[in-house]
């Protein structure tokens, strides 16, 4: 499974961005996506995620309210809007894919069997 994340940039805090994570496989609409980040300096850690069947969403405390996950409805993709971006939102995002149906532990890197390569998000204040 090839994982593509796009959607980085350069945005003023208060601003929006929306990350895509796109596969090939149509079989990716039933898989559990993941978002991580990870700052310079910093370990990677859990942003978001939506479950294998698309009826449960987890965000990690610092995003709840700003950030959402969805999966969209074709095009095997997976979304994550970000509004009022802060400075600490500056990281590179990756999403992650896990072929296990699990509605577990998906805040967990371990979970994930598969990675994108990761698109930068800049905040400036």
């Known amino acids: 499974v090839q994982l593509q994340a796009s959607g980085g940039g350069s945005v003023q805090a208060g601003g929006s961005l929306r990350l895509s994570c796109a596969a090939s496989?149509?079989?990716?609409?039933?898989?559990?996506v993941g978002w991580f980040r990870q700052a310079p300096g910093k370990e990677r850690e859990f942003v978001a995620a939506?479950?294998?069947?698309?009826?449960?969403?987890y965000y990690a405390d610092s995003v709840k309210g700003r950030f959402t996950v969805s999966r969209g409805n074709a095009k095997n993709t997976v979304y994550l809007q970000m509004s009022n971006l802060r400075p600490e939102d500056a990281a590179v995002y990756f999403c992650a894919a896990d072929l296990h149906r699990q509605d577990f532990g998906l805040d967990s890197q371990r979970t994930y069997d598969f990675w994108g390569q990761g698109t930068q998000v800049t905040v400036s204040s």
């Open positions: 939506i479950n294998w069947s698309s009826d449960r969403t």
């Open positions: 496989e149509r079989a990716f609409n039933f898989f559990s």
